[in-house]
Nanobody
Framework: QLVQSGGGWVQPGGSLRLSCVAS????????VAWFRQTPGQERIFVAA???????DYDGPVKGRFAISRDNAKNAVYLQMNSLRPEDTAVYYC?????????????????WGQGTQVTVSS
């Protein structure tokens, strides 16, 4: 099970941190990704952390977002800085029970409940 927290409303240029805490499985070496979805659109890849803590990011968020994990808390975080209105979406964390990062939703086995992020003035 993945439980998300964080999110909310922020002005452009602001920051938010999303959390994704896992239970029932140790995720220290699993691939965990963040996807985001806007109404009427498919979920798109945002960032992921894989085995050995290899990370990857979608182009528009590189240099602004940072994914990390805390093994003691069995959690993964997404720090989002310099937020833009186009970052507004529902954000989902997803877990793949292997070390390899994938970039499409069907490759992930477990999903968080989603959390709204709204960036507006």
């Amino acid at each position: 099970q993945l439980v998300q927290s964080g999110g909310g409303w922020v002005q452009p240029g602001g920051s938010l941190r999303l959390s994704c805490v896992a239970s029932g499985r140790t995720i220290s070496n699993d691939a965990v990704a963040w996807f985001r979805q806007t109404p009427g659109q498919e979920r798109i890849f945002v960032a992921a952390i894989g085995g050995g803590d290899i990370t990857d990011y979608d182009g528009p968020v590189k240099g602004r977002f940072a994914i990390s994990r805390d093994n003691a808390k069995n959690a993964v975080y997404l720090q989002m800085n310099s937020l833009r209105p186009e970052d507004t979406a529902v954000y989902y964390c997803a877990l793949r029970a292997s070390t390899t990062i994938w970039y499409v939703p069907p490759k992930y086995d477990y999903w968080g409940q989603g959390t709204q992020v709204t960036v507006s003035s």
